[in-house]
């Protein structure tokens, strides 16, 4: 298991340390989950995202929109220390969860990935049955208590318990799309996170599927803070309480494009008066 | 219209040219089939696979040799699975292909895919028998030759079925916490049992039809026991068929049947064996 200290929560009062650069605090505004701080991730050398820095709150919904290859679904992934996983993949700068630098010497990915979980683009129920996709999960972390309560609990908060209770016993791979990806979803509640990320959730769905997501969102931001990274600008509009809008740069003189975050605010003020005329462009569609 | 004609007719001849080359593979393998079913189905019965080799013809079975091949098929599986499926899984898990030695490795292990088998007998010779393990010629020496031959065969189909399962398993185990080890255990090996054990049969049946490399490692010719134990001497078919064959046969005892009823029986549990394993392929085979 290595050297690694178990990543304590803080429970009150740490507010993660503000820095230049950071978007000032708004009225009533909750406590800051993640802090970024700088953060520039980098294959093997060559920038994909550059000097990101803002915050993102408790119980909300973080929305991160912009057009492809902007570097929004590689910023999630240092989220939760994914793109450990992918060789020549490095992160610099500061990524600060609940004030602790997930990327200090000793913290540990798994450890991370406990705490923080994800849901991909397109639905990856494993091949097995209902019940053990979502008892994996608590499984291999041991914990505690009555399997089927735990597997019932999950189902139920991710809005699926009614649809599959008779058939929990049957094979993922038998689901409809939109129901893989609840299950992905409640697969993921099963171990008890304190963020979802959630990485275009819905790019592979049909627009009821979609709407039926939403709608498990806007209940799971109760109990949870949701990072979701969107193509569909309505998404964003509609399901978050503030959204940044990335872009993508030909780099001075340089072969390569790198996203840069231009604008991070409250969804409204995004969509009805952005300050960057960049975003205007790309929420009316005129551009992207 | 004319360069119409020529080309339908030159594409009427190459398939005729292609018909007869699969005829002519086709009937070389019938005449081979009907020649050896002529002249062994008489030999065919209960006491043929339930005696033991004899001076007399008419009293000569396959049993020791039957015997023979089992046991050298477990050594040989109980071999194969664990080394074969353990160095699939760090080329294809743990490996970074940018080191030179992993690259080494994997050229290593093409070549000694197609290194003749002869070779291999000699190796089990010099190291197994005699050399520094000194097991003499027994069952186990055999078993570990043969298990030596093919174990390339195991590491590569090996590798393909764990090829064969998406990253997004793997992502998708490893967002919920798991570690890299849980991930590989509990859902990449499960999810390629099927593809591993086709290539495991696959190999066996290879190795059930060598003779070299056993009669380099001294398998016996004529022996009238079962093999009692790993560190007991053994004839497998192949050596009992080549025996018989090699035999002046006369009126009185003629050995030419008898390796024909041989042949019949090795050819009835390779196409038992090469049928389980399209079987488990066509059964399991996991659509993603």
């Given amino acids: ?288 | 219209m004319r360069a119409a004609r020529s080309s339908k007719l030159r594409d009427a001849a190459f398939r005729i040219a292609l018909l007869t080359c699969i005829g002519i593979s086709l009937l070389l393998l019938g005449i081979l089939l009907v020649d050896v079913v002529r002249d062994g189905i008489g030999q065919l019965s209960f006491d043929f696979l339930n005696r033991f080799s004899s001076i007399n013809a008419k009293r000569s079975g396959i049993e020791a040799a039957l015997m023979g091949t089992l046991w050298l098929m477990a050594v040989c599986a109980g071999f194969i699975v664990p080394i074969g499926v353990a160095t699939a899984v760090y080329l294809e898990e743990y490996a970074d292909n940018g080191r030179w030695w992993n690259r080494l490795i994997e050229v290593n292990i093409q070549n000694l895919a197609a290194v003749p088998s002869i070779v291999y007998g000699i190796l089990g010779l010099a190291f197994l028998v005699r050399g520094p393990l000194s097991l003499g010629n027994v069952v186990l020496a055999g078993g570990l030759t043969l298990g030596l031959l093919v174990l390339p065969v195991v590491i590569i189909s090996g590798r393909e079925a764990i090829r064969a399962v998406p990253s997004s398993i793997r992502e998708g185990s490893l967002a919920l916490g798991a570690t890299r080890w849980q991930t590989i255990w509990r859902q990449v090996l499960p999810a390629s049992i099927p593809g591993i054990a086709t290539g495991v049969i696959l190999a066996l049946s290879r190795a059930i039809g060598e003779t070299a490399p056993l009669i380099v490692v001294g398998a016996a010719t004529f022996i009238a026991f079962n093999p009692s134990g790993l560190d007991s001497q053994f004839t497998a078919l192949p050596i009992q068929i080549f025996d018989w064959i090699s035999r002046p046969s006369n009126d009185i005892n003629n050995y030419k049947p008898l390796a024909a009823g041989g042949i019949l029986v090795l050819m009835i549990l390779l196409l038992a064996m090469n049928s389980i394993a399209i079987w488990l392929r066509n059964r399991y085979e996991q659509k993603w």
């Avoid at chain 1, 291999?140 to 699926?160: F, P, Q, Y």
């Avoid at chain 1, 304190?194 to 109990?223: F, H, Q």
């Fill in chain 1, 1 to 288: 298991m290595g050297a690694s200290a178990p990543l304590k929560r803080r429970i009150t009062g740490a507010k993660a340390p503000a820095v230049e650069g950071a978007p000032t605090e708004r009225g009533e505004r909750g406590e800051a989950i993640f802090g970024l701080r700088d953060v520039t991730v980098k294959y093997i050398g060559v920038p994909a995202v550059r000097g990101i820095g803002f915050d993102i709150t408790e119980n909300e919904i973080t929305a991160l929109i912009g057009p492809s290859g902007c570097g929004k679904s590689t910023l999630i992934r240092c989220l939760n220390r994914m793109n450990d996983l992918i060789p020549g993949a490095t992160v610099e700068g500061t990524v600060l969860y609940h004030g602790q630098d997930l990327y200090a010497a000793n913290v540990d990915a798994v450890e991370v990935r406990k705490r923080i979980g994800m849901v991909f683009q397109k639905p990856n129920p494993f091949p097995k049955s209902i019940y053990d996709n979502i008892a994996f999960g608590p499984r291999v972390l041991g914990m505690k208590g009555d399997m089927d309560e735990i597997v019932e609990r999950a189902l139920t908060r991710g809005a699926l318990w009614d649809e599959v209770k008779d058939r929990l016993k049957s094979s993922a791979f038998g689901m409809s799309g939109g129901q893989q990806q609840r299950l992905c979803i409640a697969r993921c509640l099963a171990v008890e996170p304190d963020v979802i990320l959630m990485d275009e959730p819905c790019s592979a769905l049909d627009p009821i599927s979609t709407g039926r997501i939403e709608d498990l969102m806007l209940e799971l931001k109760e109990l949870y803070s949701i990072v979701i990274v969107t193509h569909n600008m309505q998404q964003a509009a509609r399901v978050s309480d503030r959204t940044a809008f990335f872009t993508v740069e030909l780099d001075k003189g340089e072969q390569h494009r790198t996203g840069q975050m231009v604008e991070f605010d409250e969804t409204d003020k995004i969509f009805t008066n952005p300050s960057d005329s960049r975003t205007e462009a790309y929420v009316t569609g005129r551009v992207g």
